[in-house]
């Protein structure tokens, strides 16, 4: 009988996903491998068997697997991600529950997974994902069924089996909160400490209160609601084309930013364009900024010590906030020191979250398995006792 140790038991894959409204940002391991990313368009649509296949058949190049992807389960086909958009004409799905989109979002992601780490068709995993505290509740269906659709879905690479050994979720903001507790230790068993997550998509806020973590919020006043305001404004605009160039043009309101986005064929023309954005910016920011906090300010508790704001959407207001919270100690992203590997892909602070439960998830793993090889130590040792006894008693 082969001796137990942490490397046989060992997933081949160790995944965390953070299903955001403008990408579903995934960090990932092998066995031996550093940590990476891999990011994926939000897009899902269910698409004809015949069309994906012939897309897959017909297809030139060498794209990368997440601009590739579709998954079939219970002969449900969905293309995910760069392909649902760009071939399919997907949305965002920005209305719909996260949860239902995100079990073909996993599926697509591990089949990237497995692609990227060159591992067999069948496999051994553990997955952590992260859900709006207003979705919390749905966290034992999601496991049961992706449990369901992960033992045997269809690729563009055929068959897929993937053998799940552990899985966790958190609700958003919850990797946050374990970076945070990390750092600071027993001192939150004696604070009252507010995790705000604003994000694309929604806003949500985790309460930590001594070291109990409330039942969280969560309001649909993501950065999306800010963009739509400036799209009603515009002529011609989408919230797809403006929502990177607003992040890039800052609380600057930099014209440079903006300026790919003016279509009229004239010099003259496009400088009044974008002087046109700017001003509609330069009025939605500060509606939306009042929609947000006002939002926090009701659900936030009086007794709050200290308050932690992570997300992208939080860093672009990250002025704004300061000034309007300034009664309370603010602490940006749990201060979290992001691997350079990491850090270098250009997403800064909007990969805190997923990172954050990428490392306590791995750690847990850790103690898991150590766990199970000591006690299969244990029980070997005793096994091996009983079988010397028997031999002894019947020569």
């Given at each position: 009988m082969s001796e137990t140790t942490i490397e046989t038991i060992w997933p081949q894959a160790i995944a965390a996903y953070d299903y955001g409204g403008s990408a579903t940002k995934i960090l990932y391991a092998g066995p031996k491998n550093q940590i990476r990313l891999l990011c994926m368009e939000p897009e899902v649509v269910s698409v004809p068997q015949e069309s994906v296949l012939a897309y897959t058949r017909d297809q030139l190049g060498l794209a990368e697997p997440e601009n590739t992807a579709w998954v079939a389960f219970r002969n449900d086909y969905r293309a995910v991600g760069y392909l649902a958009k760009e071939r399919f004409h997907a949305n965002a799905g920005l209305s719909e529950l996260k949860y239902e989109r995100a079990l073909h979002k996993t599926l697509a992601g591990m089949w990237a997974i497995k692609e990227k780490l060159n591992l067999p068709a069948k496999f051994t995993a553990a997955i952590a994902v992260l859900l709006p505290p207003g979705?919390?509740?749905?966290?034992?269906?999601?496991?049961?069924?992706?449990?369901?659709?992960?033992?045997?879905?269809?690729?563009?690479?055929?068959?897929?089996?993937?053998?799940?050994?552990?899985?966790?979720?958190?609700?958003?903001?919850?990797?946050?909160?374990?970076?945070?507790?990390?750092?600071?230790?027993?001192?939150?068993?004696?604070?009252?400490?507010?995790?705000?997550?604003?994000?694309?998509?929604?806003?949500?806020?985790?309460?930590?209160?001594?070291?109990?973590?409330?039942?969280?919020?969560?309001?649909?006043?993501?950065?999306i609601r800010m963009v739509e305001r400036v799209v009603a404004r515009t002529s011609g605009q989408t919230a797809e084309r403006l929502t990177p160039a607003i992040a890039a043009a800052g609380s600057e309101f930099k014209a440079a930013s903006l300026m790919r986005l003016a279509r009229s064929t004239t010099k003259q023309g496009r400088a009044e364009e974008v002087q046109q954005m700017i001003a509609a910016i330069k009025e939605a920011r500060p509606e939306y900024v009042r929609s947000l906090t006002s939002w926090l300010d009701e659900n936030l508790p009086p007794d709050c010590d200290e308050?932690?704001?992570?997300?992208?959407?939080?860093?672009?207001?990250?002025?704004?906030?300061?000034?309007?919270?300034?009664?309370?100690?603010?602490?940006?992203?749990?201060?979290?020191?992001?691997?350079?590997?990491?850090?270098?892909?250009?997403?800064?602070?909007?990969?805190?979250?997923?990172?954050?439960?990428?490392?306590?998830?791995?750690?847990?793993?850790?103690?898991?398995?150590?766990?199970?090889?000591?006690?299969?130590?244990?029980?070997?040792?005793?096994?091996?006792?009983?079988?010397l006894k028997e031999i002894v008693a019947h020569g």
């Open positions: 979705e919390y509740e749905d966290r034992n269906r999601f496991e049961r069924v992706l449990r369901e659709a992960l033992a045997d879905y269809q690729t563009p690479t055929g068959s897929m089996s993937v053998e799940l050994l552990a899985f966790n979720c958190k609700p958003e903001g919850g990797g946050i909160y374990l970076m945070h507790n990390k750092k600071v230790g027993s001192v939150l068993k004696e604070r009252v400490c507010a995790i705000a997550m604003i994000g694309y998509r929604n806003a949500s806020l985790l309460v930590v209160q001594r070291g109990d973590v409330r039942p969280g919020k969560t309001s649909d006043l993501g950065f308050l932690v704001f992570c997300g992208g959407t939080a860093d672009y207001l990250r002025k704004e906030l300061n000034e309007h919270y300034d009664r309370f100690p603010i602490i940006w992203n749990a201060d979290v020191a992001m691997p350079p590997i990491l850090a270098k892909k250009g997403f800064e602070n909007r990969l805190n979250d997923v990172y954050g439960m990428f490392s306590y998830f791995k750690g847990s793993l850790k103690k898991q398995f150590n766990s199970q090889v000591k006690e299969d130590a244990v029980c070997g040792s005793k096994d091996s006792a009983l079988a």
